[in-house]
């Protein structure tokens, strides 16, 4: 697998993390934060996937139609796309319209597209790759102790930038 491609799991990974530090707090807005870094990191991940298959796509397509495409090459369906069409759902509401998301929604978002992507990934990438599950598999980043996830993700980072360099 092509480096930048990999670069794009570890930034999908990092963003995951902060959506998760924003998912978490207690107001309004860090969960409104949450799903557009979601939103996001869901996408980078979507185009380094394309990418990894050598999918050519449009660069102004719609969100959803990353399924269609994987599948068109043979590749299985998402385990939980609906998941995926809630965030877009709740993203498009937030981002178009100003509706502020319903925490609750939120989390069970935040945990049910973080699954999807767990078990859809290793689906489409090679998944023996240590890079790889070091960037999609383990803990998101944020999920425990501040201090601890910090030195975590630097760590892991620190690690992942010396193998792309």
Same mark, same amino acid.
């Given at each position: 697998?092509? =480096?930048?491609? +990999? =670069?794009? !799991? ?7 993390? =902060? ?11 860090? &969960? ?30 719609? !969100? ?26 709740? =993203? ?27 078990? +859809? ?26 201090? &601890? ?12 930038? &010396?193998?792309?360099?």
């Amino acid at each position: 697998m092509h =480096r930048d491609i +990999y =670069r794009r !799991f570890v930034n999908a990974k990092y963003i995951l993390g =902060r959506a998760s530090i924003a998912q978490r707090e207690n107001n309004e807005m860090g &969960q409104a934060i949450a799903v557009l870094l979601l939103h996001d990191a869901v996408e980078i991940l979507m185009i380094a996937i394309l990418d990894h298959l050598n999918i050519n796509a449009k660069k102004n397509r719609e !969100f959803m139609a990353f399924w269609t495409l994987v599948k068109q090459d043979g590749h299985p369906d998402a385990p939980d796309k609906a998941a995926m069409e809630s965030l877009n759902t709740i =993203r498009v509401g937030l981002k178009h319209k100003a509706i502020i998301p319903n925490s609750r929604d939120v989390r069970d978002l935040f945990t049910r597209t973080q699954d999807s992507l767990k078990m +859809y990934s290793p689906s489409i990438v090679d998944s023996h790759s240590p890079i790889f599950h070091s960037s999609i598999s383990s803990p998101i980043p944020g999920s425990g102790d501040t201090v &601890q996830s910090a030195r975590e993700v630097l760590a892991g980072v620190t690690k992942i930038t &010396q193998w792309l360099t």
